[in-house]
């Protein structure tokens, strides 16, 4: 295992109350998927989505910003653009005051909001799923054995 396994590893098994940013309604989309597999492995997810604000989505009620979260919040799962990703991890670094874990998906880069995180001691991923990973980490049903 690499060092950045072990500490995906730790901060997966570690982590609690997800905010998941940009989660969809629909359940072909990725951030739909993924959040279903978070909350069925036991963390509490929470969708931040504008558009969804007020809706129950995997047992909570979706909220329309990051700084709405609840205090608990310990990690944010990014489903943005890259080059939007730096204001949110500001507004979680100021809302979030148990973030530990910034989390940017597939793709997404940014080392504005790396740096920034790093700064106040909050751990940054870029480029993985934690859905991809939790299987390939701590074992179980991989993403596409659990959700359609």
Same mark, same amino acid.
């Given at each position: 295992?690499?060092?950045?396994? @072990? #500490?995906?590893? #730790?901060?997966?098994?570690?982590?609690?109350?997800?905010?998941?940013?940009?989660?969809?309604?629909?359940?072909?989309?990725?951030?739909?998927?993924?959040?279903? =597999?978070?909350?069925?492995?036991?963390?509490?997810?929470?969708? /931040?989505?504008?558009?969804? +604000?007020?809706?129950?989505? =995997?047992?909570?009620?979706?909220?329309?910003? /990051?700084? %709405?979260?609840?205090?608990?919040?310990?990690?944010?799962?990014? =489903?943005?653009?890259?080059? @939007?990703?730096?204001?949110?991890?500001?507004?979680?670094?100021?809302?979030?005051?148990?973030?530990? @874990?910034?989390?940017?998906?597939?793709?997404?880069?940014? +080392?504005?909001?790396?740096?920034?995180?790093?700064?106040?001691?909050?751990?940054? /991923? %870029?480029?993985?799923?934690?859905?991809?990973?939790?299987?390939?980490?701590?074992?179980?049903?991989?993403?596409?054995?659990?959700?359609?």
């Amino acid at each position: 295992m690499t060092d950045a396994d @072990t #500490r995906m590893k #730790r901060i997966l098994t570690s982590t609690r109350v997800i905010g998941l940013v940009g989660l969809s309604h629909k359940p072909e989309r990725a951030s739909h998927r993924v959040a279903g =597999f978070l909350a069925a492995k036991g963390y509490r997810v929470i969708g /931040v989505n504008p558009g969804l +604000a007020g809706r129950e989505m =995997f047992g909570e009620t979706v909220v329309a910003s /990051v700084s %709405e979260l609840p205090a608990e919040t310990d990690m944010i799962d990014l =489903f943005r653009r890259s080059e @939007t990703i730096a204001p949110i991890v500001d507004e979680a670094l100021d809302a979030l005051p148990n973030l530990r @874990t910034v989390w940017m998906q597939l793709e997404i880069f940014n +080392a504005e909001a790396r740096e920034k995180a790093e700064a106040h001691g909050v751990e940054v /991923v %870029e480029n993985h799923c934690p859905a991809i990973e939790y299987p390939r980490l701590i074992g179980s049903a991989p993403l596409s054995d659990l959700v359609g």
